[in-house]
């Protein structure tokens, strides 16, 4: 809501427009038509072969920091393990290996993505890779839970209304409904 005001600014001129969807705010970018992608380690292999100078950062402050949303995969050791004879070697994987950072480097290399153990995080030596752990510096893990579903449709619809150009509508009363709506659907 801070923002509000800066928000139709961006609509107003054209600096964020909710008809550019990620397939062509990837191709501008890839071209040299846009300055900036928003996007994520799962591009990094498209970033290494595009030929281009780019250099991976957090999205910049507004009125205060921004962090990303950070994908987190774990293991766990389910009660089946032991009617299958695999409850020692399910802990000791669990336990023993992938909460250390050889494990952790070996999960995030098979996954192309930055650990998040952060002594792993230090012996990683991929220039893209590296750049993109530190553009997620302060982020949070990703809520995996069901009523997220009812914040990214709402969220997102607040954007689509308030960035599609003229007519949008301003962007306070998108996402002050927005939040409303979330609120309604968490109680």
Do not use: C
């Not at 005001?5 to 890839?30: M, P």
């Not at 950062?57 to 009125?63: D, N, R």
């Not at 995969?73 to 950072?101: C, I, N, W």
């Amino acid at each position: 809501m801070a923002n509000a005001g800066r928000i139709d600014n961006w609509n107003r001129t054209g600096f964020v427009n909710s008809k550019v969807d990620y397939g062509v705010a990837k191709d501008s970018f890839l071209k040299g038509k846009a300055a900036f992608w928003l996007t994520g380690p799962w591009e990094a292999d498209t970033l290494r072969t595009s030929k281009l100078s780019f250099r991976i950062v957090q999205v910049p402050a507004i009125k205060s920091k921004s962090v990303p949303f950070l994908g987190v995969q774990g293991f766990m050791v389910t009660k089946f393990a032991k009617q299958h004879g695999l409850e020692s070697a399910s802990k000791d994987l669990v336990a023993s290996y992938m909460m250390r950072p050889a494990g952790q480097r070996a999960l995030a290399t098979a996954n192309g993505r930055f650990p998040a153990n952060i002594a792993a995080g230090k012996t990683v030596t991929d220039p893209v890779l590296k750049q993109f752990g530190a553009a997620g510096a302060g982020g949070v893990p990703m809520p995996n839970i069901p009523q997220m579903s009812s914040v990214w449709s709402d969220l997102g619809a607040a954007w689509v209304k308030s960035t599609k150009g003229p007519g949008a509508t301003k962007a306070a009363v998108a996402f002050r409904t927005a939040a409303r709506n979330i609120a309604a659907k968490l109680r």
